[in-house]
């Protein structure tokens, strides 16, 4: 069975400064896609980044990037130039290639402080 | 634009009452998704349904039943509420036609507190 860790409960960083959210998954699976979605507070879900594991090169969203580590199962979000409006719950992601469920890490809690 | 919507934001019910959380998706997706978010355990999956009247259970499907008659509406029921059914529900959908984007649309959530 897969799973996601993500090792960070809660970040807080000012603003401007630049900020890595750690994850790890576990699979034995070759084909797949992984992903970052954001929980702003009280407001809904959106997917902010996603990878395909057959993709050597890391995905990039404007000030969001990915550290993508196949061989380390590793997949990091880096977040340039922090915004107050990235405060949010960040989720961690992965879906197996042919299956339509993801699944989800514990989260992180980001604060970015003025 | 893309959009889920739930019932309610809010819900307040009593342990032992039969509880309907309604989500409606108007992307025509094939697939819906329940999911409940507790702190510290992240979204954990209820239900999955990927066509009408089809449904499969998720991690946590104890407790919980679903419908779905129709393609834009997949419905979550506690059959009798409990209190430790107190949690925000979340509903998803997707499209497997996507190919390669896979993107789950979420709706705003409803948290329910059992009493």
């Known amino acids: 069975a897969q799973t996601v860790t993500q090792s960070q409960p809660e970040m807080s960083v000012q603003e401007a400064e630049t900020v890595t959210l750690s994850c790890t998954y576990d699979?034995?699976?070759?084909?797949?896609?992984l992903f970052w979605y954001k929980q702003p507070p009280s407001r809904q879900m959106i997917l902010v980044i996603r990878?395909?594991?057959?993709?050597?090169q890391n995905a990039t969203e404007n000030r969001f990037s990915v550290n993508f580590q196949k061989a380390a199962k590793s997949f990091s979000l880096k977040i340039s130039d922090s915004q107050l409006g990235d405060t949010a719950m960040y989720f961690c992601?992965?879906?197996?290639?042919?299956?339509?469920?993801?699944?989800f890490g514990k989260g992180t809690r980001l604060h970015i402080l003025p | 634009d893309v959009k889920v919507t739930q019932s309610s934001r809010y819900l307040v019910k009593r342990t032992g009452e039969k509880v309907f959380l309604e989500c409606v998706q108007d992307?025509?997706?094939?697939?819906m998704f329940w999911y409940r978010q507790d702190p510290g355990l992240g979204l954990r999956l209820i239900y999955f349904?990927?066509?009408?009247?089809?449904?499969e259970k998720g991690d946590i499907p104890e407790g919980y039943s679903v419908s779905r008659e129709k393609k834009e509406r997949f419905s979550l029921i506690l059959e009798s509420a409990s209190t430790n059914q107190t949690s925000m529900y979340l509903c998803?959908?997707?499209?497997?036609?996507?190919?390669?984007?896979?993107?789950?649309?979420f709706g705003p959530g409803t948290r329910l507190t059992v009493t």
């Open positions: 699979t034995s699976e070759s084909n797949y896609y």
């Open positions: 992307m025509d997706h094939e697939n």
């Open positions: 998803a959908s997707s499209s497997p036609g996507q190919g390669f984007k896979y993107e789950q649309y």
């Open positions: 990878q395909e594991a057959y993709k050597q």
């Open positions: 992601a992965f879906m197996k290639q042919g299956d339509d469920k993801i699944i």
């Open positions: 349904s990927y066509d009408v009247k089809m449904k």
